[in-house]
């Protein structure tokens, strides 16, 4: 789902190979870019009980994520 221009929320699965039991998760992602640097800093975060959850995963109840993309040059970005 598209909330604005900045925030998504998106809905994901992970298939395990036996024995190991399939996931899914919900995550909320922002973005949010700083003018004068250039600076892009991704959140995610976990929106467990966003959708109900089914019998063929197990749920992901807690996950986040934080990305920091900094321009070094026009070719060059570094990644945190």
Known sequence: DQVSLNETITYGKIE??????NRDFITR?????DQ???EVTILMSNLPDYLPKTRKYIR???????WQ????????VEIH
């Open 69 to 76: 993309l900094r321009p070094l040059s026009a070719n060059r």
């Open 16 to 21: 395990f190979p036996f024995p190991m039991q």
């Open 29 to 33: 992602t922002k973005l949010r870019q």
């Open 36 to 38: 004068r640097t250039g």
């Open 60 to 66: 992901i109840p807690k996950l986040a994520v934080q």
